[in-house]
């Protein structure tokens, strides 16, 4: 049933705030939970979104429990501006549907509440708790969880959460964080450990070792000893999360601005296979290899840079060399070189296919990226204005540099399709009148005839004089 507003709600509001001050302030505890002053750690209220705040306000004139919650605590409190806010609160979802009149309840494993603040959405989740009568959740021969759908208090769903440094709360009405887990002295030292027995905690959710790695390479942390013990005897717990969430956390991987960390980490600790399997033989290759790490650091420098990063040429620079290799393969076995490229890119996507829920979308347009690069080599005729016309050229031009970079093409050919991005008509028409050096048909030499006796130079220094006017 939902607490009426009320004027005596408000001044219950307001001792609420002023104890939860006081108590920040000497360090005390909240139901086992350290209440710390946030403004000590750099934090105030300010520094959240104007949706995030009214929703924790709104719920906490409603008289229940509301808290900035998770990864942007933690990105606050290592002075990063966090990309969204989501908040916890002790409210139903039915209940905090009733408190905001746009707002939508979704999910069907645990329903959550999306609420709308202008062009801002706000994801507020209940509080999650234990099974009752201390049962166990439902989980598969693998210990993953199966349903998880259980409400509980505040207490019990920071032990829910995985690592200590995303168990931290953040009321931003009072200016203090609750800390269950010593999760702000984890953040102190740079240290990523896990909340409980870290092998259940993996195998309750495998995602979580993927997360693991990429907190501990965005933040630049030690993953705990503990945590990492187990990483690599359960990495093939991977391969039963769905194809579609695994897509989503790798993108995250890739798109966190140290995605070449989050690589080596990754293969460092056998977590790789599950993902990307044609990766191993890529990375094996120096060539190959070379290349891969620069289309991950131009990708970290674009996230940096607030730039949009493209998925489909992320994965199609991590899976170029698998498909020059099947390329190559049924070149020699006599296939016509088009076709049979066309052959080997679909037979690389379809084994990626079955690791990474790759949409149809993302697809076509890696596809097209391919397509194009043996196109770059055709400079004459009205060959490059039909290439200029291609929805994906200025990604494939990207990835066309890229291998010039990484010498898989010769610089020549990036310098031309540079000139003639930036040439106006006349320049172009001339550069296509006289066609590249490559492309020039080559003059047949003539044969020398055998030198007669009486032609034959008398000394050495004739016969040099011969060769150097011939």
């Known amino acids: 049933m ?65 808290f900035i919650v998770g990864g942007a605590v933690r990105d606050l ?17 039915d209940e905090v549907r009733q408190c905001f009149r746009r707002s939508r309840i979704i999910g069907r494993r645990f329903q959550i509440v999306h609420v709308m603040m202008g062009s801002e959405t706000v994801e507020v989740t209940t509080f999650r708790g234990h099974q009752s009568g201390g049962s166990k959740a439902p989980t598969d021969s693998h210990g993953r969880l199966l349903r998880d759908n259980v409400f509980g208090s505040h207490k019990e769903d ?48 495998p995602v979580r070792m993927l997360r693991g790695v990429r907190l501990a390479a965005k933040l630049g942390f030690s993953i705990d000893p503990d945590a990492r013990k187990p990483l690599r005897e359960l990495a093939p717990l991977i391969g039963n999360v769905p194809s579609a969430r695994l897509m989503d956390e790798v993108l995250k991987l890739l798109m966190s601005g140290r995605a070449v960390d989050c690589l080596e980490n990754l293969r460092s600790e056998g977590l790789h296979k599950a993902l990307l399997p044609l990766l191993d033989s890529s990375l094996d290759d120096l060539h190959s290899e070379r290349f891969i790490r620069a289309a991950l650091l131009n990708t970290d420098q674009r996230v940096r840079d607030k730039k949009p990063v493209s998925p489909a040429f992320l994965f199609g620079a991590l899976l170029w060399h698998e498909v020059l290799n099947e390329w190559e393969t049924l070149k020699n076995a006599g296939e016509a070189p088009f076709p049979s490229l066309f052959q080997a890119m679909n037979s690389v996507l379809e084994h990626q296919a079955g690791k990474l ?98 032609d034959r130079p008398e000394s050495a220094e004739s016969a040099v004089s011969v060769e150097s006017t011939d």
Do not use: C
């Not at 409190?77 to 979802?93: N, Q």
């Not at 931290?168 to 269950?180: G, H, K, M, N």
């Open 77 to 93: 409190l290592v002075g990063e501006r966090p990309k969204d806010y989501d908040v916890a609160t002790d409210a139903t979802p």
């Open 2 to 66: 939902m607490r009426s507003f009320t004027p005596s709600l408000i001044k219950r509001d307001t001792l609420k705030k002023f104890v939860a001050r006081i108590f920040g302030r000497s360090g005390k505890t909240r139901r086992n939970g350290v209440v710390l002053d946030a403004k000590k750690y750099g934090i105030r209220r300010e520094l959240i979104s104007a949706g995030s705040l009214r929703t924790v306000e709104t719920l906490q004139q409603r008289g229940y429990h509301a």
């Open 357 to 454: 829920a790759i949409t149809r979308r993302v697809a076509g347009d890696i596809r097209d990226i391919w397509s194009i690069q043996p196109r770059f080599e055709q400079r004459s005729g009205k060959r490059p204005y039909a290439l200029l016309e291609r929805s994906r050229f200025r990604a494939a031009y990207d990835f066309l540099l890229l291998r010039v970079e990484s010498g898989d093409v010769p610089a020549e050919v990036g310098r031309w399709w540079t000139d003639f991005l930036d040439a106006d008509a006349a320049l172009r028409a001339e550069m296509l009148s006289s066609p590249p050096i490559a492309e020039r048909p080559r003059r047949r030499r003539r044969r020398r005839r055998s030198a007669t006796p009486s």
């Open 158 to 205: 920071a032990a829910r959460r995985d690592f200590t440094i995303n168990a931290l709360y953040f009321d931003p009405v009072a200016e203090t964080i609750v800390d269950f887990h010593d999760g702000v002295a984890d953040l102190k030292e740079k240290r990523l450990r896990t909340i409980g027995d870290p092998g259940t905690r993996y195998r309750e959710d």
